[in-house]
């Protein structure tokens, strides 16, 4: 409980920013890890979407489901924060906001191939029918996904443990202000 206290004493001064200036529009980006939890052994998943370079949503949570691979994990995510991509193009719709496809970044080029391949492989029949909603958001165009290199993937932040320099790095690209000096 201490820590958590001085965490938000430390981190009061923070804001989030957005850029009405930034020609950046909606952009979503996900990550995941594959059984580091030594227990369940349930991945982590992270996500988060950003509008004007400040974020707009994220989330980091275990997911509910084992992956047998790091590819069905990255996969896994890849639905997740298509869901929530599906739901923001749904909301600035009734706001009479059009949307084109909105991009998706992921660390592995398998996950976005299986999410682009409208073919099910019986490699991932055994992946929960939920997850598989990804391709038809891709099929119908809300979504498209680019590869981003796993070492410049922000969203290592939310699933993995990182050494300072990594963490002050990626949390510099969410929108985030914050005092000189501080962590």
């Known amino acids: 409980m201490l820590y958590i206290c001085r965490y938000l004493i430390g981190t ?3 804001s989030l920013v957005y850029n009405g200036g930034s020609s ?14 030594p ?17 707009i949503s994220w989330t980091s949570r275990a997911q509910k489901t084992i992956a047998y691979s790091s590819t069905e994990a990255k996969y896994m995510a890849l639905s997740d924060c298509a869901c929530q991509v599906t739901w923001i193009q749904s909301l600035l ?4 906001y059009k949307l084109r496809a909105i991009p998706i970044c992921s660390d592995n080029q398998g996950s976005i191939f299986m999410a682009s391949n409208p073919v099910m492989e019986p490699r991932s029949k055994h992946i929960d ?13 809300n979504v498209e996904l680019f590869f981003i290199d796993g070492a410049e ?10 050494a300072h320099e990594k963490f002050a790095k990626f949390r510099a690209q969410l929108g985030l202000q914050f005092p000189s000096g501080s962590i």
């Not at 227990?39 to 974020?55: E, I, N, P, V």
């Not at 029918?129 to 165009?141: D, N, P, Q, T």
Request: aromatic fraction near 8%.
């Open 93 to 96: 719709g009734e706001l009479s």
């Open 12 to 14: 009061s001064t923070y």
């Open 129 to 141: 029918i939920r997850y598989h909603g990804i391709c038809e958001s891709v099929a119908k165009g």
């Open 24 to 37: 950046t529009g909606l952009i979503a980006c996900m990550d995941s890890d594959w059984g580091s939890d």
């Open 153 to 162: 993937n922000p969203t290592n932040l939310l699933t993995k443990n990182l």
């Open 39 to 55: 227990t369940s052994r349930l991945l982590q998943t992270g996500f988060y979407l950003k509008l004007a370079d400040g974020l």
